[in-house]
Each structure stands twice: as structure tokens, then as C-alpha cells.
């Protein structure tokens, strides 16, 4: 996996919900998102924190049993919405 950037659970909740995934609820360690793709639910939990994830955190948020972006799918988010 190539090298992560620096991003917040913040800004990777926007970037989430921007590629189609759904908030479902808020809890003591982040928020909910689920997503439906081909015939599957996916389901990831993001700290909802002001700094930067810890890139363990961010590589598990990103691997195949949760969103299954991968460092690639993130940048790609990145690039086409920016982090704000």
C-alpha cells in the first residue's frame, strides 16, 4: 500500500459521504457509515477527531473488510473533492 496522507476522521467522513456512504449513527468511538455495493453492505467506523487518524486507524478504515478504497481510492477522493 502506498504511503497515506495526513487526514483527519473529519475530513475522511466528508470524503465518505461524498463517495455515496450513509451516516447511519454517532457513538462514543465515531460515526457509522454504511454503504451498498453490488449486493453487498459495507460497513466502517471513523473517529470523529480534529487530528490527523493514526495510519494504522486509517489503513484499516481503508482495507477490504471496511471500505475497501485502498490507499488509490483514497487519493482519488482526495483529488476530485479536495480535503477541506
Request: glycine share 10%; net charge positive; aromatic share 2%.
Given at each position: 500500500?502506498?504511503?497515506?496522507?495526513?487526514?483527519?476522521?473529519?475530513?475522511?467522513?466528508?470524503?465518505?459521504?461524498?463517495?455515496?456512504?450513509?451516516?447511519?449513527?454517532?457513538?462514543?468511538?465515531?460515526?457509522?457509515?454504511?454503504?451498498?455495493?453490488g449486493g453487498e453492505t459495507r460497513v466502517t467506523?471513523?473517529?470523529?477527531?480534529?487530528?490527523?487518524?493514526?495510519?494504522?486507524?486509517?489503513?484499516?478504515?481503508?482495507?477490504?473488510?471496511?471500505?475497501?478504497?485502498?490507499?488509490?481510492?483514497?487519493?482519488?477522493?482526495?483529488?476530485?473533492?479536495?480535503?477541506?
Amino acid at each position: 500500500m502506498a504511503r497515506l496522507p495526513a487526514i483527519t476522521g473529519k475530513q475522511l467522513i466528508k470524503l465518505l459521504r461524498k463517495d455515496g456512504w450513509i451516516q447511519k449513527r454517532r457513538g462514543d468511538h465515531g460515526v457509522l457509515l454504511t454503504k451498498k455495493t453490488g449486493g453487498e453492505t459495507r460497513v466502517t467506523t471513523v473517529p470523529d477527531r480534529s487530528k490527523s487518524l493514526p495510519p494504522s486507524t486509517l489503513s484499516a478504515i481503508l482495507s477490504p473488510p471496511q471500505t475497501a478504497l485502498g490507499s488509490s481510492g483514497l487519493q482519488r477522493l482526495i483529488d476530485e473533492d479536495g480535503i477541506k
